[in-house]
């Protein structure tokens, strides 16, 4: 019979940031698949979990430790996979290796917990009921600059991951192509110096530049685009909201649909919705 291979998120910064399930499981299993043993070992430490490690598995390395592991997964070993924090395969390797189990028909279990992603968003004070995570801005520059002009008229929170070395050339790009949009740097989540810059890019990369330097890990977020509010949109809503009026559509579900399909406010899709 096949093991299980867990998915076991760890802290993205605060060591006090894993949940009991993650503990029990680091326990349990036979053997860790770490990005790098390292880092995990602190946490293994931390907790007094004693599990040995399989051979690590890092960005570069994936497909070719895939056949081995699975060797070990179909000969019976339950494995957790880690990354060096949060949660693993987000910007973190590991999907070969999930494909492949599937694949097998191996059980794959995940074990929720801390990502930075999430963490950001919900402290960015940016809309949260739509979102987009694409991993990191490209970086070379006509790529990063063909990726902004893309997202401009995206009404979605966009969430990228940024680094200390990469961060005010993102910013200069931001500044660039959406001058008028509202950013928030957060760097060093969960630590010490956990902090939140909010403003336009001009106005954060110059607290930044005023500094000297940028530092800790960082997840930039992008404020969605206003809504395009012209008569046609306003038209083609009224339709809308009478059409899921008379199919009984109603709650977030409507209000939802409506801004999809109109590109509406909020505000506006709620007043139409309920319009005597």
Do not use: W
């Not at 966009?158 to 760097?187: G, K, M, N, W």
């Amino acid at each position: 019979m096949s093991g299980t291979l867990y998915l076991v998120s760890t802290p993205i910064g605060n060591l006090a940031d894993i949940t009991l399930r993650a503990i029990e499981t680091l326990r349990m299993v036979d053997q860790i698949i770490a990005e790098d043993t390292r880092n995990t070992r602190r946490i293994l430490e931390r907790y007094g979990i004693s599990t040995p490690f399989t051979t690590s598995y890092y960005q570069g390395v994936e497909r070719e430790r895939i056949v081995p592991l699975l060797a070990l997964l179909e000969g019976g070993k339950n494995l957790a996979l880690v990354s060096d924090a949060g949660t693993p395969l987000i910007s973190d390797p590991g999907y070969p290796l999930v494909r492949a189990a599937l694949e097998r028909g191996v059980s794959v279990v995940p074990i929720p917990g801390a990502t930075a992603l999430i963490a950001a968003l919900i402290g960015s004070g940016l809309p949260t009921d739509h979102f987009a995570f694409d991993g990191a801005l490209p970086r070379k520059r006509g790529d990063r600059e063909a990726y902004l002009r893309s997202i401009a008229k995206e009404m979605r929170t966009i969430i990228v991951h940024s680094s200390p070395h990469r961060l005010f050339s993102d910013l200069e790009a931001i500044v660039s192509a959406l001058p008028q949009r509202t950013i928030v740097v957060a760097r060093e989540l969960t630590k010490v110096h956990e902090e939140f810059l909010r403003g336009t890019a001009r106005e954060v990369l110059d607290v930044l530049q005023t500094r000297g330097e940028a530092k800790g890990e960082c997840i930039l977020l992008i404020d969605g685009a206003e809504p395009s509010q012209d008569k046609g949109d306003q038209k083609l809503g009224e339709e809308f909201a009478a059409l899921l009026r008379e199919e009984e559509i109603s709650g977030k579900s409507a209000l939802h649909i409506l801004m999809r399909a109109t590109n509406m406010k909020r505000n506006d899709a709620y007043r139409l919705l309920h319009k005597s």
